[in-house]
């Protein structure tokens, strides 16, 4: 089965001169279970990328599949169904509500999807714990450290069990033990069977991967499927995708 699928995918932000092709034709197939990680220069159309994989903005041209689904011609009711209960997203900003503590965080889209409050509590508590911030669940977002942050919004992602999580620098601001705690998270999806594209400039977190796409201008120049050979990789990728000079 595959989870994720673009075909012929275009989209272009922006009129006449400043007009960018943000994600230039671009042909993605994603199985099922499988993580994939992306990276490429800061403008590269990473983020747009995960934007049409989500249903976050619709594309100029082509199309987009998630779990089976066409999604790019859905209503915009329809996706926010499907982002509420299929999709999860860790965003670069987090996008936290800050009047919110933590957990009611992680359990406002629990509550969205019609989970009983009782449910959404306890599903909040337990990815808190999972993500090391048991202790912190009633702070506001303004009270927690950007690390802290992030966790949060890697809790709120996985709330609903998506089958799908789309991750946009999730350990960007983390030291390496909580990057490590993230990882086993993400670790853990891919034994249920979940589908995980994450965005990263660490190439730790892409030495992880199952497979590692690099894009530059809109375009896919690079993939590499990765299979055990995460440690062997991880000396030689800043060559590989031009990070180093
Ligand atoms: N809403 C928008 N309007 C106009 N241009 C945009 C918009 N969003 C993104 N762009 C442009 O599209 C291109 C791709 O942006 P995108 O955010 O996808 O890059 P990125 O690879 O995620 O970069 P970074 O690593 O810095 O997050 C950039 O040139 C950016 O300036
Ligand atoms: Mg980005």
């Known amino acids: 089965m595959i989870a994720v699928q673009t075909r012929g995918l275009v989209k272009t932000h922006g009129q006449g001169q400043s007009r960018v092709r943000a994600v230039d034709e671009v042909d993605l197939e994603v199985p099922e279970g499988q993580s994939l990680a992306v990276m490429g220069p800061s403008g590269c159309g990473k983020s747009t990328l995960l934007h049409l994989l989500g249903g976050l903005e619709r594309p100029t041209e082509g199309e987009v599949w998630v779990d089976g689904r066409r999604i790019d011609t859905l209503s915009e009711r329809a996706l926010a169904r499907l982002r509420r209960r299929s999709v999860g997203f860790v965003f670069q900003a987090f996008h936290l509500v800050e ?3 933590a957990a009611e965080n992680v359990e406002l889209p629990a509550l969205l999807a ?3 409050p ?5 599903r909040a508590a337990g990815l808190l714990e999972r993500v090391g911030l048991a202790e912190r669940a009633r702070h506001l977002p303004s009270e ?4 802290q942050r992030q966790r949060v919004a890697v809790a709120r992602a996985l709330v609903n069990d998506p089958r799908v999580v789309l991750a946009d620098e999730p350990t960007g601001n983390l030291d390496s033990a909580a990057t490590n705690d993230i990882l086993r998270i993400f670790e853990d999806l891919r034994g249920s069977g979940q589908t995980l594209v994450i965005v990263t400039h660490d190439e730790r977190v892409a030495a992880t991967a199952d497979r590692l796409i690099t894009m530059r201008d ?4 690079g993939d590499t499927v990765m299979t055990g050979t995460g440690g062997r990789w991880l000396g030689g990728l800043g060559g590989l995708i031009g ?3």
């Open 144 to 147: 927690l450290s950007g690390g």
């Open 114 to 116: 019609g989970r009983s």
């Open 99 to 101: 009047e919110l503590s």
């Open 218 to 221: 809109g375009m896919f120049v």
């Open 243 to 245: 990070l180093e000079g």
């Open 118 to 122: 009782r449910q959404a509590r306890r």
